[in-house]
Structures are given as C-alpha cells and as structure tokens.
C-alpha cells in the first residue's frame, strides 16, 4: 500500500515510451519528448532512498559509501563524455578528435569507450 501512495506513479511515468507516443500523436518530432523522458531520472532518487535504508543496516557502511562514490564518479564521467561527443558533433571540423582519428566512421560504442578513455 506504502508503494502506491508513493512509487507506483513515478514507476508508471518511466515506462511509458514518450518518444514513440509523441511521434505516433503529432506529426512533427517534439522536444517534449525529450522532457518526458526526464521522468525516467526519478527513479535515481528511489535509488538513494534505498542506498540510504541499507545503509543503516549494513554493519560496514564504508562499502555502500564506496560503492556510491564509484557510482557518481561513473555518472560524471559518462556525463561529460557525452557533452564532448554532442560538442564534436556540432563542430563538424574535421581538426577536432573526430575527424583526426577517424572515429567518424566507427560505431557508437567504439567512439563512447574512446570518450569515456580521454575524460577519464
């Protein structure tokens, strides 16, 4: 009961596909789109809620704390990897990483762990 007056909405919020919804309802692609799939980033907060419960339960707590540094440093640097990808994309020079190592070519997983290597 706890869980419907609390989680059940957010949950629900987060598996609707909002891209394919908005395009299949309007004609032109919306950026709301984009908006609503912040939704999905709801659902980090039931992480640290629950980071923090086993927390308190956990007879060495340095591990949990440990395992959430790893995990925002991971988050920063995919963050900035994707900001340097999105810059290089807008730039189109071909002076800039993508065009002087070829990674233009190249699949979107070869290019991401080529990122997340030089912004780690």
Not at 13 to 30: G, V
Not at 56 to 73: D, E, K, T
Not at 76 to 86: G, R
Not at 105 to 119: G, K, T
């Amino acid at each position: 009961l706890n869980y419907v007056r609390t989680w059940l909405f957010n949950d629900i919020l987060c598996t609707i596909p909002w891209d394919r919804l908005i395009a299949f309802l309007s004609s032109s692609n919306s950026e709301w789109a984009a908006f609503l799939r912040l939704f999905r980033l709801l659902t980090l907060l039931k992480l640290q809620l629950r980071l923090k419960n086993m927390e308190r339960h956990l007879n060495n707590p340095g591990m949990l704390r440990l395992f959430r540094l790893s995990f925002i440093a991971a988050v920063a640097v995919h963050w900035c990897a994707c900001f340097t990808h999105v810059v290089a994309k807008s730039a189109a020079s071909p002076s800039l990483w993508l065009g002087v190592n070829d990674y233009e070519d190249q699949d979107n997983a070869m290019r991401y762990s080529s990122i997340v290597y030089w912004v780690s």
